[in-house]
């Protein structure tokens, strides 16, 4: 009974082994082959030793051999005086004393076990998986390398990772990380739906960066995402932003304008001026270019006019995008003269009224249909809702550099139309933490990473 128990034991083993090797992919179907292939030949090679070290006998010297051919198997099948015949007493002669004519014999083997070690050590699972082509000819993309994961990639424990990147595999009990100080720090991750997008990659790299203390910004289509790390992150003393597009009363405010207007209060100019306009770009190109550029760019002038002219002249309670459109739906009509006069009392140098020049170089019915396209874009602020939620900033987007933070920006199916919002947050976010970093010697004291859920379907944020 101990020796049928041992012998189930050995054979759950060499199972385990087996299942672990596969796994590991240390043992694959052609390295299985080529080992089998190796193998044999060390077989051939104890049996064939004989016969190769007496080979130089039958043609050294040439003109007259010692031995022929029959007379060496004739003395290898000869009775060897301890028993046995002298082909085995040889060979076992040979590998014990291992004279020079024996290493003599194994160039042979060597020889042909060389391109099986080669196969065994390059072959792949399946076999005959194709290799990448040397030449770029058809594309250069292939799988990354065992050396090349270890250069690109960092490996950590799942339970307590201690660095920080994005998470693009695992591996038992460790998680493959990105480096962001190695290469290109972006990942672009594509997957149908369902694919496991946001439950593989992007949920266990906010559960990463959360164990690491770092920021994050997220846009999350379907709200899973604050559903199931709000609460978490929170615990992890995280200040937690929600910008949910679909129903604004139930998360935080953000004013684009804001920022126009701090600039300008704190007398940067410059700076006041090319927010507004970024706001203007971002909104007059939400749906792409168009035939004809002349649209959009005299859009994003008009845009980028009334901003300025909202955060400068404006009563401070005032200064938000819904004056912005407010001001243009109530001086745009009748041709725009009412809104050419309002522009034209600023002064000369006024960067309201230099923004205004585009459309007020137009004709009548030109200016009309500018003033009509610069409505639809925006009309979002017409919106009680996005009203509210752009009349006021509760939070500072830079203090995600400085503090940990998580912003999530939830802008559903059902809220396509307000996605410009969105690509607004997520510019002036990058334009504030840019400035910080500037001004912390090139990095920011926190790092903030922007993980951008169907960022393909969201305007433009640049």
Known sequence: MPLVLLFFLSLVAYWLLLRWLTRRRVLTLPRALATAAILALALLDFFLTAPLFLLP???WPPLAPAMTWPEVVAYLASPAPGGGNQWWQLTLDLFRTRPPGFWLAQVPFLLAAFPLVRWAWRAGWPAGEPRAARTATHGSSRWRGRAELKTTLRAVNCGRPQESGVVVGGAGNRAWLTRPEVGNPHVLLIGATRSGKSRRVILPTVWVLGRAGESMILTDPKGELYAHAAGWLQSQGYQVVLLDLLA???????????AVAQAWTAGE????ARLAWEIGHILAYSEGPGTDPIWPQAEES?????????AVEAPPEARHMATAFRLLTELGHGGGEALDAWFAGLPPDHPARLAYGTAALSESRTRSSIYTGTAAHLRLWGDPGVAWLGAASDHDPAAAGLKPTAVFLLMPDEAGARRPIASLYVNQAYGALARVARANGGKLP?????LLDEFGVRPQAC
């Not at 100019?269 to 006041?272: D, K, L, Q, S």
């Not at 926190?446 to 922007?450: A, D, I, S």
Request: aromatic share 10%; charged share 15%; proline share 9%.
């Open 248 to 258: 604004p009363g139930r998360g935080n405010r953000w004013n684009p304008l804001a």
């Open 302 to 310: 008009l845009i980028a006019a009334l901003c300025l002219a909202v």
């Open 446 to 450: 926190v790092p903030v990473w922007f």
């Open 269 to 272: 100019g410059e700076e006041a």
């Open 57 to 59: 006998k039958t043609v």
